[in-house]
């Protein structure tokens, strides 16, 4: 057996655990988290003090047919007397021949605790569509009753909530985005031909803090940064990232995921009210001799921004 056809077994192989996970794995993987945490945290919504949107596109373990693949838009702002944020997003993620999008909206009351320092309780409100078509993997037998079959769409609510404590320079989050634990199958009640799943509920802890360690007034910041995850039926895991903000424009750092991936950031500002972004993880797990890497590029735009209560850049 030479070396490209045992290559093209194991990354089957690979595909097939993947996808036989979809229905029950975490939600999306995201570098950049820390510009982008309404898709986890619904008490983000209006946090940035203007009209909101994003853009996110991320392509996870490259080379590998049927990887993760991710498009996230969303849309959030205060409400005019203050205390009320309001969050939209849609999010599409593709593993294999799985498909789930996900749209919901999400509603905050914000708090004034301190002069400097608001604490937002959100909840959120959505479904999710699921679609599977098992009938493209190839298991070697042409008549398992697991796949040879389309699995039925399904469409599931679902409920989450948040708490985010923020300031100019840091914030701490708590959230479950999906509380309801939806049961997805097949459709097919013939015993033995049924495939199904369930969709676990997922806990985030956010938490980042912007230094300044420069002799002047902002020329050099530095913002460590932390999400760790807990989802029933898996270990925890998290991220730790390092960013470094120069001339208060271009974003440089890295990150590191546990037992998954290494990351380079960089992102820059190019207006006060535009920011792009691009990250590359290089795989660390047992996966990565099969990838060429995950690639994640955001962009964000806040419309009518609140001069006054934005004094400082945004650094999350």
Same mark, same amino acid.
């Given at each position: 057996?030479?070396?490209?056809?045992?290559?093209?077994? &194991?990354?089957?192989?690979?595909?097939?655990?993947?996808?036989?996970?979809?229905?029950?794995?975490?939600?999306?993987?995201?570098?950049?988290?820390?510009?982008?945490?309404?898709?986890?945290?619904?008490?983000?919504?209006?946090?940035?003090?203007?009209?909101?949107?994003?853009?996110?596109?991320?392509?996870?373990?490259?080379?590998?047919?049927?990887?993760?693949?991710?498009?996230?838009?969303?849309?959030?702002?205060?409400?005019?007397?203050?205390?009320?944020?309001?969050?939209?997003?849609?999010?599409?993620?593709?593993?294999?021949?799985?498909?789930?999008?996900?749209?919901?909206?999400?509603?905050?009351?914000?708090?004034?605790?301190?002069?400097?320092?608001?604490?937002?309780?959100?909840?959120?409100?959505?479904?999710? &569509?699921?679609?599977?078509?098992?009938?493209?993997?190839?298991?070697?037998?042409?008549?398992?009753?697991?796949?040879?079959?389309?699995?039925?769409?399904?469409?599931?609510?679902?409920?989450?909530?948040?708490?985010?404590?923020?300031?100019?320079?840091?914030?701490?989050?708590?959230?479950?985005?999906?509380?309801?634990?939806?049961?997805?199958?097949?459709?097919?009640?013939?015993?033995?031909?049924?495939?199904?799943?369930?969709?676990?509920?997922?806990?985030?802890?956010?938490?980042?803090?912007?230094?300044?360690?420069?002799?002047?007034?902002?020329? &050099?910041?530095?913002?460590?940064?932390?999400?760790?995850?807990?989802?029933?039926?898996?270990?925890?895991?998290?991220?730790?990232?390092?960013?470094?903000?120069?001339?208060?424009?271009?974003?440089?750092?890295?990150?590191?995921?546990?037992?998954?991936?290494?990351?380079?950031?960089?992102?820059?500002?190019?207006?006060?009210?535009?920011?792009?972004?691009?990250?590359?993880?290089?795989?660390?797990?047992?996966?990565?001799?099969?990838?060429?890497?995950?690639?994640?590029?955001?962009?964000?735009?806040?419309?009518?921004?609140?001069?006054?209560?934005?004094?400082?850049?945004?650094?999350?």
């Amino acid at each position: 057996m030479s070396y490209s056809t045992l290559k093209k077994i &194991v990354l089957g192989f690979a595909v097939v655990f993947m996808t036989a996970d979809a229905f029950a794995q975490q939600t999306p993987l995201y570098t950049m988290y820390m510009w982008n945490q309404l898709v986890i945290n619904p008490a983000y919504a209006g946090s940035r003090e203007a009209l909101t949107a994003s853009a996110v596109l991320r392509e996870q373990w490259v080379g590998i047919e049927g990887a993760p693949s991710t498009q996230v838009l969303s849309i959030h702002s205060p409400l005019p007397n203050d205390n009320i944020g309001l969050g939209f997003t849609v999010q599409n993620d593709n593993v294999g021949p799985v498909n789930n999008t996900g749209i919901w909206g999400d509603f905050a009351y914000r708090m004034q605790v301190t002069q400097k320092a608001k604490l937002s309780l959100a909840l959120r409100a959505g479904f999710s &569509v699921y679609q599977a078509d098992l009938r493209d993997l190839q298991t070697g037998d042409a008549n398992d009753p697991a796949f040879n079959q389309n699995v039925s769409n399904s469409v599931t609510p679902n409920f989450g909530f948040g708490a985010y404590y923020y300031s100019e320079r840091g914030y701490v989050g708590i959230a479950s985005p999906s509380i309801i634990e939806n049961e997805l199958n097949s459709g097919n009640n013939t015993p033995g031909n049924d495939f199904e799943d369930f969709n676990n509920r997922h806990y985030y802890l956010l938490a980042g803090y912007v230094f300044n360690i420069s002799a002047d007034s902002g020329s &050099v910041m530095f913002k460590p940064s932390t999400v760790i995850r807990a989802v029933n039926g898996a270990p925890v895991s998290f991220d730790i990232s390092a960013n470094f903000l120069l001339k208060q424009k271009l974003w440089v750092g890295a990150s590191y995921r546990y037992q998954d991936a290494v990351a380079a950031i960089v992102s820059f500002n190019f207006t006060d009210h535009l920011q792009a972004g691009y990250s590359y993880d290089f795989g660390t797990s047992d996966l990565n001799t099969y990838h060429n890497g995950s690639h994640e590029i955001m962009l964000t735009y806040d419309f009518f921004k609140d001069e006054v209560k934005t004094r400082d850049p945004r650094y999350f």
